[in-house]
């Protein structure tokens, strides 16, 4: 309890962090503000906290080599594109369909084809029908996923392979002028690979009578959503 009969000094403005009744604020000699109480060392890592944070930022954001934006706009490219997001997610649902050891090799397969399909499209070499590639892989990846076909492994890792450098070359061509070319790619790839596994775990759902119709319905919402493209495409 503050004592009215001790005199305080008119010019004290202090913040009393050491007090166990809470945080006041001394203003004219007198008590103006009481909550409760915030302890010392934790204003002090808020503090610090907050002044990384200030000068993170900037770093990050800043782009003189090229890697902090440019290996984002990577990762974001396959994102917000629709018909790479589901010809993707299809070969996530497809190797999870297949089980053992599709699941991790078609998901291999994909991103490393695409990279080489990148380089492609970065160098310029020429490559026809690109959009109709794309819109082709998810009408035939998603179509493997709701007829549930199983044709031999290295079928469908060739079937994968080969769809994927179209959108690869896709990614590689539409690489900003002056971006870090080999950020940009481990962006889309590293993307890529996440897509994929969201299709396994999705496709997961597969080992359950009631999961394998959702799989196979999901296969053909894809199918037709790629067949769509196809039409936009032509």
Same mark, same amino acid.
């Given at each position: 309890m503050w004592c009215s009969q001790r005199k305080w000094p008119a010019t004290i403005f202090r913040l009393d962090l050491q007090?166990?009744? *809470?945080?006041?604020?001394?203003?004219?000699g007198r008590p103006v503000l009481a909550r409760k109480s915030i302890p010392a060392t934790a204003l002090l890592a808020y503090v610090l906290l907050l002044t990384l944070a200030l000068l993170t930022?900037?770093?990050?954001?800043?782009?003189?080599?090229?890697?902090a934006i440019d290996f984002w *706009?990577?990762?974001?490219?396959? #994102?917000?594109? +629709?018909?790479?997001? #589901?010809?993707?997610?299809?070969?996530?649902?497809?190797?999870?369909?297949?089980?053992?050891?599709? #699941? /991790?090799?078609?998901?291999? =397969?994909?991103?490393l084809v695409m990279a080489f399909g990148g380089v492609l499209g %970065?160098?310029?070499? +020429?490559?026809?029908?690109?959009?109709? *590639?794309?819109?082709?892989?998810?009408?035939?990846?998603?179509?493997?996923?709701?007829? &549930?076909?199983? +044709?031999?492994? /290295?079928?469908? &890792? =060739?079937?994968?392979?080969?769809?994927? %450098?179209f959108h690869g070359y896709a990614h590689g061509a539409e690489l900003p002028?002056?971006?870090d070319a080999v950020?940009?790619?481990?962006g889309f790839v590293i993307a890529t690979g996440?897509?994929?596994?969201?299709? %396994?775990?999705? *496709?997961?759902?597969?080992?359950?009578r009631a999961g394998q119709i959702a799989v196979r319905a999901?296969?053909? #919402?894809?199918?037709l959503i790629g067949l769509a493209y196809l039409g936009y495409s032509i």
């Open positions: 007090t166990t009744r *809470g945080m006041v604020l001394m203003k004219y930022t900037p770093a990050f954001a800043h782009s003189e080599n090229g890697v *706009g990577g990762f974001t490219h396959p #994102i917000f594109g +629709p018909d790479h997001v #589901i010809a993707m997610v299809a070969v996530g649902l497809w190797g999870a369909f297949l089980g053992a050891p599709a #699941i /991790w090799l078609l998901p291999v =397969v994909f991103p %970065i160098v310029g070499m +020429p490559l026809h029908g690109v959009e109709t *590639g794309i819109a082709i892989s998810a009408i035939a990846l998603g179509m493997m996923v709701a007829l &549930a076909a199983k +044709p031999p492994l /290295w079928v469908a &890792a =060739v079937l994968v392979g080969a769809f994927a %450098i002028i002056g971006a950020a940009f790619s481990m996440t897509l994929h596994l969201v299709g %396994i775990a999705f *496709g997961g759902l597969s080992h359950w999901a296969g053909g #919402i894809i199918a």
